[in-house]
């Protein structure tokens, strides 16, 4: 990303320079898939990848939105005093909801603003680049504003427009794991009390490689919401029988009375994945902490197997990149990331083996699905935060 071409384009749209930067990264989940609404564990991690707002404050109400990734929408325009859903362009939502929620939460933002965002995030491929979106316009409007939001406050609220503004029933791990997020540490998170710890993921002789299907999947029209649907029906089957607030309650030698509970094979299969990827999230916890990235790795291959049989959310595409990673030399552990049904698979790799993970796994997926899948190599970063626009203009 040149954050200097950013410069220029903005002034190139608005005829005039940016005085603030902003930047949210996106992230990728380590281990602990579909847990997160389920009050379970993550452990996801900030990436180095994310979404680039330049601003310029203004002295009237007008809101001026525009994208470098979709330069033809132009320059969407709003008021403060009318932050109404756009139903034709559906990007702009996510920043003007929002504003729209701290406005209706009492947090004064009596200013409008020109905004140019440009994320190199592949849009749809299970990276978070809607939340990330989400956490840029979150921290711009704090700091524009001088709001005294806590970040966590500002995670929620912007869980909240994913889930009341945008309609997509999601969980809070993409905000958290964006807003949260820490150079060079991975974030444990219980989603139900909101209790985080880090752990250090020294990758001394390793890499993360980001294996994208290039099968686009968008949240809301896929079976996302199916699949927490059947969640909800199996707590509440259980709930007859013991008392547990969510399925990340529940226990894995707990598994055999809840299979005869829910007489649901279905749902017991939802339930299963639930249970024993909470149990992978705590052991990975505890053997990243220790530096047995080995052990983290056997997790990462279960994880994947589970959300293949169990959770029903990988399909061929991810199915193809993570199960052939998983037979290469050097891979320690692959597995899909993300809410599935297209998007990412995620391998750690050892450094001197990425180059032709990154050719075998090209070959074999264009072989076996038609079409070519892209890969990245992500470095851990930090989240959500204000950069400084000389030191970004500096190292480009």
Same mark, same amino acid.
């Given at each position: ?6 410069? &220029? ?7 005039? @320079? ?29 990436? =180095?990848?994310? =979404?680039?707002?330049?601003?310029? %404050? ?48 009492? !947090? ?41 939001? @806590? %970040? ?6 912007? &869980? ?9 029933? @999601? ?11 820490? &150079? ?71 598994? @055999?009375? /809840? ?8 749902? !017991? ?6 249970? =024993?990827?909470?149990?992978? =999230?705590?052991?990975? !916890? ?22 293949? /049989? ?38 750690? /790799? ?20 038609? !079409?070519?899948?892209?890969?990245? /190599? ?19």
């Amino acid at each position: 990303m040149n954050v200097y071409d950013l410069k &220029q384009s903005f002034i190139s749209i608005f005829n005039e @320079s940016p005085e603030r930067l902003f930047f949210a990264p996106g992230r990728i989940n380590l281990i602990g898939e579909h847990t997160d609404y389920n009050g379970g564990k993550v452990f996801p991690l900030a990436i =180095t990848y994310g =979404t680039y707002a330049y601003v310029k %404050q203004r002295n009237d109400k007008k809101i001026r939105l525009a994208s470098k990734n979709f330069p033809q929408t132009g320059i969407i325009t709003a008021s403060l005093d009318e932050l109404e859903k756009n139903t034709e362009i559906e990007w702009v939502n996510y920043p003007l909801g929002v504003i729209h929620f701290l406005k209706e939460s009492g !947090y004064k933002i009596n200013q409008g603003f020109d905004v140019l965002f440009e994320g190199n995030i592949p849009n749809g491929a299970g990276l978070s680049s809607s939340a990330s979106i989400e956490m840029a316009a979150g921290v711009m409007a704090k700091g524009l504003a001088g709001l005294t939001i @806590s %970040q966590v406050e500002l995670i929620k609220l912007c &869980q909240r427009v994913e889930n009341e503004f945008i309609g997509v029933n @999601s969980g809070i791990m993409d905000q958290f794991a964006i807003g949260m997020g820490k &150079q060079g540490q991975a974030l444990w998170l219980d989603c139900d009390t909101l209790k985080f710890e880090y752990a250090p993921i020294e990758l001394k002789y390793e890499k993360i490689v980001i294996m994208n299907t290039n099968k686009r999947r968008e949240l809301a029209s896929s079976k996302y919401n199916e699949r927490r649907a059947e969640c909800e029906r199996a707590l509440e089957m259980i709930q007859n029988h013991v008392e547990v607030e969510s399925l990340g309650e529940l226990s894995v030698d707990q598994l @055999s009375e /809840v299979e005869v509970w829910l007489d649901d094979s279905l749902l !017991y299969k939802r339930v299963k994945h639930v249970v =024993t990827e909470n149990e992978r =999230t705590k052991q990975a !916890y505890v053997s990243l902490k220790a530096g047995d990235l080995d052990h983290v790795g056997q997790l990462m291959n279960a994880s994947h197997q589970s959300l293949k /049989v169990d959770y029903e959310v990988t399909g061929e595409e991810l199915d193809t990149l993570a199960e052939f990673a998983q037979t290469q030399p050097g891979v320690i552990g692959a597995r899909m990331t993300g809410a599935g049904f297209g998007g990412c698979a995620i391998a750690i /790799v050892k450094t001197d083996n990425v180059d032709d993970l990154i050719k075998n796994t090209r070959s074999h997926y264009q072989d076996r699905i038609g !079409y070519g899948p892209d890969f990245y /190599v992500a470095s851990v970063g930090d989240g959500a935060k204000e950069i400084s626009i000389k030191g970004a203009e500096q190292t480009g």
